[in-house]
Protein backbone atom coordinates (compact mmCIF):
# COMPACT_ATOMS: atom_id res chain seq x y z
CA UNK A 1 0.00 0.00 0.00
CA UNK A 2 1.23 3.25 -0.63
CA UNK A 3 1.41 5.72 2.30
CA UNK A 4 2.70 9.12 1.03
CA UNK A 5 -0.52 9.82 -0.65
CA UNK A 6 -0.21 12.97 1.59
CA UNK A 7 3.45 13.02 1.46
CA UNK A 8 5.39 16.19 1.97
CA UNK A 9 9.12 16.79 0.69
CA UNK A 10 11.46 15.21 3.32
CA UNK A 11 14.96 15.18 3.78
CA UNK A 12 16.27 12.89 6.58
CA UNK A 13 19.74 13.68 5.95
CA UNK A 14 19.59 17.43 6.39
CA UNK A 15 21.01 17.95 3.14
CA UNK A 16 18.85 19.10 -0.02
CA UNK A 17 19.78 18.63 -4.09
CA UNK A 18 20.96 21.94 -4.71
CA UNK A 19 24.06 21.99 -2.00
CA UNK A 20 25.11 22.28 1.85
CA UNK A 21 21.87 24.37 2.65
CA UNK A 22 19.49 21.64 4.24
CA UNK A 23 16.35 20.91 2.96
CA UNK A 24 12.87 20.62 4.81
CA UNK A 25 13.76 18.16 7.47
CA UNK A 26 11.73 16.09 10.20
CA UNK A 27 8.52 17.77 10.91
CA UNK A 28 8.27 19.56 14.43
CA UNK A 29 5.82 17.41 15.63
CA UNK A 30 7.73 14.32 14.57
CA UNK A 31 10.08 12.46 17.01
CA UNK A 32 12.96 11.05 14.48
CA UNK A 33 14.27 8.54 17.00
CA UNK A 34 10.22 6.87 17.16
CA UNK A 35 9.27 7.59 13.12
CA UNK A 36 10.37 6.45 9.72
CA UNK A 37 9.79 8.49 6.59
CA UNK A 38 8.01 5.80 4.70
CA UNK A 39 7.29 5.68 1.34
CA UNK A 40 5.75 2.79 0.76
CA UNK A 41 4.73 -0.32 2.34
CA UNK A 42 3.47 -2.98 0.44
CA UNK A 43 3.86 -7.20 -0.47
CA UNK A 44 5.18 -8.53 -3.02
CA UNK A 45 8.01 -11.23 -4.46
CA UNK A 46 11.91 -10.48 -3.28
CA UNK A 47 13.04 -9.61 -6.89
CA UNK A 48 16.86 -9.66 -5.88
CA UNK A 49 19.57 -11.65 -4.32
CA UNK A 50 19.45 -15.02 -2.86
CA UNK A 51 16.10 -15.18 -1.45
CA UNK A 52 14.67 -13.47 -4.88
CA UNK A 53 11.10 -15.11 -5.49
CA UNK A 54 10.33 -14.87 -1.54
CA UNK A 55 6.55 -13.64 -0.80
CA UNK A 56 7.97 -10.65 1.37
CA UNK A 57 6.93 -7.25 3.22
CA UNK A 58 8.33 -4.32 1.94
CA UNK A 59 9.24 -1.25 3.92
CA UNK A 60 10.64 1.45 1.84
CA UNK A 61 12.08 4.41 3.45
CA UNK A 62 12.81 8.12 1.95
CA UNK A 63 16.08 9.56 2.46
CA UNK A 64 19.33 8.67 1.13
CA UNK A 65 23.16 9.63 1.93
CA UNK A 66 23.96 8.85 -1.86
CA UNK A 67 22.28 9.67 -5.72
CA UNK A 68 23.21 7.17 -7.88
CA UNK A 69 21.86 8.32 -10.83
CA UNK A 70 20.21 5.13 -11.87
CA UNK A 71 18.49 5.49 -8.66
CA UNK A 72 15.60 2.84 -9.06
CA UNK A 73 13.32 5.14 -6.02
CA UNK A 74 13.82 8.04 -7.16
CA UNK A 75 11.44 9.55 -4.62
CA UNK A 76 13.41 8.37 -2.02
CA UNK A 77 16.30 9.98 -3.10
CA UNK A 78 16.54 12.87 -6.06
CA UNK A 79 13.46 14.23 -4.30
CA UNK A 80 12.33 12.37 -1.05
CA UNK A 81 8.39 12.00 -0.24
CA UNK A 82 6.95 10.11 2.41
CA UNK A 83 4.55 9.99 5.36
CA UNK A 84 6.24 9.99 8.83
CA UNK A 85 5.03 6.80 10.70
CA UNK A 86 5.54 5.80 14.01
CA UNK A 87 7.98 2.49 14.59
CA UNK A 88 4.30 1.48 16.11
CA UNK A 89 2.06 2.16 12.98
CA UNK A 90 5.21 0.41 10.87
CA UNK A 91 5.08 -2.78 12.86
CA UNK A 92 1.09 -2.61 12.80
CA UNK A 93 1.11 -2.31 9.06
CA UNK A 94 3.60 -5.22 8.31
CA UNK A 95 1.10 -7.51 10.97
CA UNK A 96 -1.24 -6.55 8.31
CA UNK A 97 -0.37 -9.05 5.90
CA UNK A 98 -0.04 -11.57 8.83
CA UNK A 99 1.79 -12.82 11.59
CA UNK A 100 4.41 -15.23 12.13
CA UNK A 101 3.34 -18.17 14.21
CA UNK A 102 5.47 -19.29 16.73
CA UNK A 103 5.75 -22.25 19.10
CA UNK A 104 5.66 -20.35 21.92
CA UNK A 105 8.22 -20.35 24.75
CA UNK A 106 11.99 -19.40 25.44
CA UNK A 107 13.07 -17.81 22.28
CA UNK A 108 9.87 -17.80 20.12
CA UNK A 109 11.20 -15.62 17.67
CA UNK A 110 14.13 -18.14 16.57
CA UNK A 111 11.67 -21.20 15.98
CA UNK A 112 8.95 -18.84 14.31
CA UNK A 113 6.63 -20.80 11.54
CA UNK A 114 7.36 -18.28 8.67
CA UNK A 115 5.03 -18.84 5.74
CA UNK A 116 4.67 -16.27 2.77
CA UNK A 117 4.78 -12.51 3.34
CA UNK A 118 4.18 -13.27 6.96
CA UNK A 119 7.28 -14.33 7.24
CA UNK A 120 9.58 -11.77 5.58
CA UNK A 121 10.16 -8.05 5.97
CA UNK A 122 12.21 -6.12 3.79
CA UNK A 123 13.66 -2.97 5.01
CA UNK A 124 14.83 -0.94 1.83
CA UNK A 125 15.23 2.56 0.82
CA UNK A 126 16.79 5.15 -0.29
CA UNK A 127 19.22 4.19 2.45
CA UNK A 128 17.03 2.69 5.57
CA UNK A 129 20.43 2.50 8.18
CA UNK A 130 20.44 6.85 7.90
CA UNK A 131 17.40 6.47 10.69
CA UNK A 132 17.97 6.16 14.30
CA UNK A 133 14.29 4.69 14.28
CA UNK A 134 15.11 1.65 12.08
CA UNK A 135 17.31 -0.32 14.62
CA UNK A 136 13.99 -0.13 16.98
CA UNK A 137 11.75 -1.15 13.77
CA UNK A 138 14.34 -4.22 12.74
CA UNK A 139 14.11 -5.38 16.70
CA UNK A 140 10.62 -5.02 17.06
CA UNK A 141 9.91 -7.31 13.94
CA UNK A 142 12.66 -9.89 15.26
CA UNK A 143 10.69 -10.46 18.36
CA UNK A 144 7.32 -11.25 16.64
CA UNK A 145 9.70 -14.06 14.62
CA UNK A 146 10.01 -12.18 10.94
CA UNK A 147 13.22 -12.89 8.83
CA UNK A 148 14.59 -9.14 8.03
CA UNK A 149 16.49 -8.19 5.28
CA UNK A 150 17.85 -5.13 5.03
CA UNK A 151 18.97 -3.02 1.74
CA UNK A 152 21.84 -1.46 2.47
CA UNK A 153 24.84 0.94 0.41
CA UNK A 154 26.74 -0.08 2.61
CA UNK A 155 27.94 3.44 4.08
CA UNK A 156 26.42 2.87 7.22
CA UNK A 157 26.61 -0.02 9.88
CA UNK A 158 24.31 -0.12 12.70
CA UNK A 159 23.63 -2.74 15.32
CA UNK A 160 20.41 -4.17 14.96
CA UNK A 161 18.36 -7.40 14.38
CA UNK A 162 19.42 -8.12 10.87
CA UNK A 163 18.92 -11.61 9.48
CA UNK A 164 20.43 -10.80 5.88
CA UNK A 165 22.14 -7.88 5.12
CA UNK A 166 21.58 -7.30 1.51
CA UNK A 167 25.02 -4.69 1.11
CA UNK A 168 24.83 -3.20 -2.97
CA UNK A 169 28.32 -0.67 -2.68
CA UNK A 170 28.19 1.70 -5.18
CA UNK A 171 30.71 1.74 -7.70
CA UNK A 172 31.91 4.50 -9.84
CA UNK A 173 29.66 3.86 -12.67
CA UNK A 174 26.67 5.07 -10.00
CA UNK A 175 28.17 8.64 -9.76
CA UNK A 176 25.82 11.26 -10.96
CA UNK A 177 27.21 13.68 -13.83
CA UNK A 178 25.16 16.31 -16.03
CA UNK A 179 25.18 14.02 -18.79
CA UNK A 180 23.30 10.82 -16.88
CA UNK A 181 21.92 12.30 -13.79
CA UNK A 182 17.83 12.32 -13.95
CA UNK A 183 15.70 14.44 -16.31
CA UNK A 184 15.32 17.81 -15.29
CA UNK A 185 17.68 17.51 -12.13
CA UNK A 186 21.06 19.34 -11.71
CA UNK A 187 23.36 17.02 -9.77
CA UNK A 188 24.92 20.01 -8.34
CA UNK A 189 27.32 18.99 -5.56
CA UNK A 190 25.91 15.76 -5.71
CA UNK A 191 28.46 14.41 -8.05
CA UNK A 192 31.47 15.07 -5.85
CA UNK A 193 29.34 14.02 -2.50
CA UNK A 194 28.69 11.14 -3.82
CA UNK A 195 31.82 10.01 -5.38
CA UNK A 196 33.34 11.04 -1.85
CA UNK A 197 30.49 8.91 0.35
CA UNK A 198 29.94 5.85 -2.00
CA UNK A 199 32.54 3.36 -0.57
CA UNK A 200 33.49 3.08 3.18
CA UNK A 201 35.56 0.31 3.73
CA UNK A 202 35.10 0.04 7.51
CA UNK A 203 31.45 0.41 7.09
CA UNK A 204 31.78 -2.78 4.64
CA UNK A 205 33.92 -5.03 6.40
CA UNK A 206 31.47 -4.36 10.12
CA UNK A 207 28.56 -5.45 7.57
CA UNK A 208 30.40 -8.20 6.33
CA UNK A 209 31.49 -9.43 9.48
CA UNK A 210 28.64 -8.89 11.67
CA UNK A 211 25.53 -10.07 9.80
CA UNK A 212 25.08 -12.54 6.98
CA UNK A 213 25.89 -11.07 3.97
CA UNK A 214 24.93 -10.86 0.46
CA UNK A 215 27.62 -8.30 -1.73
CA UNK A 216 25.51 -7.04 -4.60
CA UNK A 217 26.85 -5.16 -7.36
CA UNK A 218 24.61 -2.99 -10.07
CA UNK A 219 26.08 -3.60 -13.17
CA UNK A 220 26.52 -1.36 -15.83
CA UNK A 221 29.16 -3.48 -18.17
CA UNK A 222 31.96 -4.86 -18.21
CA UNK A 223 33.96 -1.93 -17.13
CA UNK A 224 32.65 -2.60 -13.65
CA UNK A 225 34.64 -5.58 -13.18
CA UNK A 226 38.08 -4.50 -12.55
CA UNK A 227 36.40 -2.36 -9.23
CA UNK A 228 34.25 -5.23 -8.42
CA UNK A 229 37.20 -7.64 -7.84
CA UNK A 230 39.66 -5.44 -5.96
CA UNK A 231 36.56 -3.96 -3.42
CA UNK A 232 36.29 -7.67 -3.18
CA UNK A 233 39.87 -8.79 -2.68
CA UNK A 234 40.31 -6.16 0.34
CA UNK A 235 37.02 -7.20 1.75
CA UNK A 236 38.65 -10.07 2.37
CA UNK A 237 41.93 -9.09 3.48
CA UNK A 238 40.38 -7.00 6.21
CA UNK A 239 37.24 -8.90 7.56
CA UNK A 240 37.86 -11.79 9.88
CA UNK A 241 35.00 -14.03 7.75
CA UNK A 242 35.32 -15.48 4.33
CA UNK A 243 33.36 -14.09 1.36
CA UNK A 244 32.39 -16.83 -1.05
CA UNK A 245 32.06 -15.85 -4.59
CA UNK A 246 28.38 -17.17 -4.20
CA UNK A 247 28.12 -14.17 -1.93
CA UNK A 248 29.01 -12.03 -4.58
CA UNK A 249 26.02 -11.26 -6.97
CA UNK A 250 25.74 -9.57 -10.05
CA UNK A 251 22.64 -7.54 -11.32
CA UNK A 252 22.15 -5.52 -14.46
CA UNK A 253 21.42 -2.25 -14.24
CA UNK A 254 18.10 -1.02 -15.28
CA UNK A 255 14.45 -0.32 -13.98
CA UNK A 256 12.52 -1.19 -16.90
CA UNK A 257 11.88 -4.23 -18.87
CA UNK A 258 13.60 -2.26 -21.92
CA UNK A 259 16.77 -1.37 -19.82
CA UNK A 260 17.26 -5.01 -17.94
CA UNK A 261 17.16 -6.59 -21.42
CA UNK A 262 19.94 -4.54 -22.46
CA UNK A 263 22.80 -5.72 -20.15
CA UNK A 264 20.94 -8.89 -18.75
CA UNK A 265 23.29 -11.25 -20.90
CA UNK A 266 26.37 -9.17 -20.71
CA UNK A 267 25.97 -9.01 -17.06
CA UNK A 268 25.54 -13.44 -16.98
CA UNK A 269 28.26 -14.11 -19.03
CA UNK A 270 30.68 -11.82 -16.85
CA UNK A 271 29.30 -14.04 -13.76
CA UNK A 272 30.13 -16.95 -15.59
CA UNK A 273 33.57 -15.97 -16.54
CA UNK A 274 34.61 -14.36 -12.88
CA UNK A 275 32.69 -17.49 -10.83
CA UNK A 276 30.21 -14.96 -9.41
CA UNK A 277 26.59 -15.15 -9.04
CA UNK A 278 23.78 -13.86 -11.27
CA UNK A 279 21.10 -12.28 -9.42
CA UNK A 280 17.87 -11.00 -11.63
CA UNK A 281 15.69 -8.37 -11.48
CA UNK A 282 12.58 -10.82 -10.71
CA UNK A 283 10.40 -7.72 -10.10
CA UNK A 284 11.03 -5.73 -13.08
CA UNK A 285 10.96 -8.75 -15.16
CA UNK A 286 7.11 -9.71 -13.79
CA UNK A 287 5.97 -5.81 -13.07
CA UNK A 288 8.05 -3.32 -15.31
CA UNK A 289 8.56 -0.29 -13.11
CA UNK A 290 4.94 -0.32 -11.40
CA UNK A 291 5.46 1.29 -7.90
CA UNK A 292 4.30 -1.26 -5.15
CA UNK A 293 6.43 -3.77 -6.74
Known amino acids: MPVNDDATLVDPTGESNEGDTPGETVPEDVDADEALPVNELFCSLQGEGTLVGTPSVFVRTSGCNLRCWFCDSYHTSWEPTGAW ?22 GASQSAERSGAAGH ?49 KLASSTPTPENAPEGVDPGVWEQRHEDRRIDHDALTRLVEDYETQLKFVVTGPDDVPEIEALVEELRERASVPIPNDRVLLMPEGVTREQVDETRNTVADLALEHGYRYTPRLHVDLWNDAPGT
Do not use: C, K, Q, W
Not at 95 to 101: A, C, H, Q, R, S
Not at 152 to 168: Q, W
Open 85 to 106: LSVDDVVERVEEFGVPETTGGA
Open 121 to 169: VVLTGGEPLVHEASVDLLDRLADRGYHTTVETNGTIHRDAAIDLASVSP
